[in-house]
């Protein structure tokens, strides 16, 4: 028997701008109806990822306790870094060194940190990490 994740949910302020900015940002499409939730997807209905965002009251008050990393399929992380800027994320710590490794960290427009990487264009083809499943 197995799950499989169908939404990372975000509380926000205003479902549909913060949708927008993920949507631009990911190339994926925004859905909403007359519900104030908004879905960004690839596709809908979606058979894999999606990101839904929820309007709450309250606004975000401490780092997040998880964030999603990112890693461009083409372009460049620099690249990556300027488009989210431009969209109104906000730099949180840069972890660029000198030799081209390291990642960003930034903030979508309501505050959710996220981390832009390096692509395998810039960095190869990466080798995953086996870890032993224990029951």
Known sequence: ?????????????????????????????????????????????STSLGLLFIPVPEGKTAKNRQHLDLTPDAGTRDEWVERALALGATVVGDHRTPEGTGWVTLADPEGNEFCIERGAAETGPRHSRAFRITT
Do not use: Q
Request: aromatic share 16%.
């Open 1 to 45: 028997m197995t799950l499989h994740i169908h939404n990372v949910t975000f509380d926000c302020t205003d479902a549909r701008a913060l949708g927008t900015f993920w949507a631009e940002l990911l190339g994926w499409n925004v859905y909403y109806d007359d519900d104030p939730e908004v879905v960004v997807a690839a596709s809908f209905p």
